[in-house]
């Protein structure tokens, strides 16, 4: 956007024109509050390796997950010793002119944009969106009313010379993470130094769930993807850091810009995952969402034991809405995603055009003159050495036809470990298989239910 246009356009609307997308009540996918259960950061897929749960190889590999790249473990050390910086004590008198909801909404937004976040949400923060234990099993009373949610863009131009499961895949979601939680700490500081408590929640330390709140602040839709709030206009490339207080603020709406359509007649994440653990299938209802549900233990230990990259974003990577919009993308891309938006009647003749194309363009695949970045590892000596394993340099397969059938293991709420539980908690897949099996089954789809 040229300085020209910043001269007619407010500050707290960004450079995205989120306020042209459709708002809703609700967000478009279902959401059963009242069955939504609150969970323990222990039960995460990449929290519960550490403890063995997911086996041996991948209990080994958890620790140098983030290390074993010479670039994200320098991000890591960083972000560690932000964290402390996250919460704090809070000044004994409101400062004046704080207590208009809607105008603090636009400075806090604007502020958000001022530090160079990419696009930013408010919502009220729901008691099930606040883990139950924190990451070190301690209880967590929910404590604040609002959030703001900030989504940063990984990275275009990085992802395109990518594979998505390569040496720079951990990198470019920890330059997101870290910027997130640079931010995010200013941010709740500040809003502590008017008098209202702050605390950032970023991906080092953070007590809420991302997803929920960020359906909410009407930053995206739910995609196929399953456990990924999609951006109409940075598409699947983002991550996010959440500042909850208790400073009122004017809330943001759900949003839909036909997402739902869109990804039930497209499967090319699915087609692209190298561990089959996207679904092919329809939605389920799991844990109170209607979703379409990954296989979670299978994309943990793909991402934790990758030998020959250091994460994987896939996914992301070959999204057909994995493009840039502004008027620094091709003109075909943005008016397509003009009519995506603003022409929702469309759809049904222009998602199938818009799939085949994108395999037809080859997007996806690596743009080789993009590759900036070194390929190293961390041997086990400390030495940084050339990948013993190799690099993984994936395409994309537009021939590969979808399964007739696909295994997914899901794990409940119920599943869980406790949230103090310190020992390992192994994990049963065959029983998640067979709960898997129970919950695609087509009368048991939401589509069907009563």
Request: aromatic share 8%.
């Amino acid at each position: 956007m040229g300085l020209f246009r910043y001269k007619h356009r407010a500050p707290h609307l960004g450079k995205y024109p989120m306020e042209t997308v459709k708002r809703v009540d609700q967000p478009t996918t279902r959401i059963d509050a009242e069955k939504v259960p609150r969970v323990p950061i222990r039960g995460s897929f990449f929290r519960r390796p550490f403890y063995g749960d997911l086996g041996e190889r991948a209990q080994a590999e958890r620790p140098r997950f983030i290390n074993k790249y010479p670039l994200a473990a320098a991000m890591e050390d960083l972000m560690k010793v932000i964290v402390p910086m996250q919460d704090g004590d809070v000044a004994p008198e409101i400062a004046p002119g704080t207590d208009d909801p809607q105008e603090m909404a636009r400075h806090l937004k604007s502020l958000a944009y001022f530090l160079d976040m990419d696009i930013v949400g408010i919502c009220e923060v729901p008691e099930y969106a606040w883990y139950s234990h924190d990451i070190e099993g301690n209880e967590i009373e929910p404590r604040h009313k609002y959030a703001i949610v900030m989504v940063i863009d990984q990275g275009f131009a990085t992802m395109e010379g990518a594979s998505g499961d390569d040496w720079i895949s951990g990198t470019q979601s920890y330059r997101a993470y870290l910027r997130g939680a640079e931010v995010g700490s200013v941010m709740a500081n500040y809003i502590r130094r008017l008098g209202y408590e702050a605390r950032c929640h970023s991906a080092a330390d953070g007590e809420v769930l991302q997803i929920p709140l960020m359906l909410l602040a009407g930053l995206g839709e739910l995609s196929r993807i399953g456990e990924l709030v999609l951006n109409p206009f940075i598409g699947p490339r983002s991550k996010v850091c959440i500042v909850t207080t208790n400073l009122p603020m004017e809330c943001d709406k759900p949003i839909d810009f036909g997402l739902q359509q869109f990804c039930g007649n497209c499967h090319k994440c699915a087609r692209e995952c190298p561990c089959n653990a996207i679904s092919f299938g329809d939605k389920i209802m799991f844990n109170g969402y209607e979703i379409w549900k990954p296989d979670v233990e299978n994309c943990a230990k793909y991402r934790i034991t990758n030998q020959k990259g250091s994460a994987c974003g896939r996914c992301m990577k070959t999204c057909p809405l994995n493009k840039v919009v502004t008027e620094d993308g091709p003109l075909v891309t943005r008016i397509a995603s003009w009519l995506g938006i603003n022409a929702m009647w469309l759809k049904p003749v222009l998602i199938p055009v818009a799939v085949w194309l994108d395999d037809v363009l080859g997007n996806g695949k690596r743009v080789k003159g993009q590759k900036w970045w070194l390929d190293h590892e961390y041997a086990p000596d400390g030495r940084i050495i050339l990948p013993e394993k190799g690099v993984n340099r994936r395409d994309i397969s537009p021939g590969k036809p979808n399964p007739e059938s696909q295994k997914t293991a899901i794990y409940p709420a119920e599943d869980l470990p406790p949230g103090d539980f310190e020992e390992c908690f192994p994990v049963d897949r065959k029983e998640a298989l067979r709960k898997g099996a129970e919950a695609t089954r087509p009368e048991n789809s939401p589509k069907n239910a009563p």
